[in-house]
T-cell receptor, first 113, second 110 residues
Framework: DTAVSQTPKYLVTQMGNDKSIKCEQN?????MYWYKQDSKKFLKIMFS???????INETVPNRFSPKSPDKAHLNLHINSLELGDSAVYFC????????????FGSGTRLTVV | DQQVKQNSPSLSVQEGRISILNCDYT??????FLWYKKYPAEGPTFLIS?????DKNEDGRFTVFLNKSAKHLSLHIVPSQPGDSAVYFC?????????FGTGTSLTVIP
């Protein structure tokens, strides 16, 4: 029973398309995150939600829009995909904001062609 | 800007020997430091942590050392085992946010 599950695991799509990555956690955590790991392996936070409320919104293009329908879900929608969006996207959750008990999903490898 | 750096992208160690993974940071306001371990096709998993008020934390074969004056963090694994082969990320907390390094790929040779 996966604690943090994200789908799909792999996503190959053409430039200009719109795609979504879904994330769900069954840990009862209050806070969820999206991280991007780029080609340089740098794991950088994109967004953080606490109880459905956006608390961290790093400098990412407006084409990226997170949606949290409830505190167990944090989806990432990306409009007009570009080649530079190719990366591995990790969802994570923690009991509360600032808590170090992160649980990560297994990642979604997005390839834009 | 990268506030947490792992300058060694890879490290190879013989089984049974000590593995030392290093991490440097720039923000003196970081109050908590962690190490995560990542296997291929999996997300990072929490390994060990240390508060900025301490200089050492030990958990079994894993020990984390913190040198605040040098802004340096290290993870020692002894003895190293083949199952320890993975990518290790260090991370540091400021406020509600964690900053990750780029990872060091450790290979333990049987």
């Amino acid at each position: 029973d996966t604690a943090v599950s994200q789908t799909p695991k792999y996503l190959v799509t053409q430039m200009g398309n719109d795609k979504s990555i879904k994330c769900e956690q069954n840990l009862g955590h209050d806070t969820m995150y999206w991280y991007k790991q780029d080609s340089k392996k740098f794991l950088k936070i994109m967004f953080s939600y606490n109880n459905k409320e956006l608390i961290i919104n790093e400098t990412v293009p407006n084409r990226f829009s997170p949606k949290s329908p409830d505190k167990a879900h944090l989806n990432l929608h990306i409009n007009s995909l570009e080649l530079g969006d190719s990366a591995v996207y990790f969802c994570a959750s923690s009991p509360r904001r600032g808590s170090y008990g992160y649980t990560f999903g297994s990642g979604t490898r997005l390839t834009v062609v | 800007d990268q506030q947490v750096k792992q300058n060694s992208p890879s490290l190879s160690v013989q089984e049974g020997r000590i593995s030392i993974l290093n991490c440097d940071y720039t923000n003196s306001m970081f109050d908590y430091f962690l190490w995560y371990k990542k296997y291929p096709a999996e997300g990072p998993t929490f390994l060990i942590s240390i508060s900025s008020i301490k200089d050492k934390n030990e958990d079994g074969r894993f020990t984390v050392f913190l040198n605040k004056s040098a802004k340096h963090l290290s993870l020692h694994i002894v003895p190293s085992q083949p199952g320890d082969s993975a990518v290790y990320f260090c991370a540091a907390r400021f406020g509600n946010q964690f900053y990750f390094g780029t990872g060091t790929s450790l290979t333990v040779i049987p």
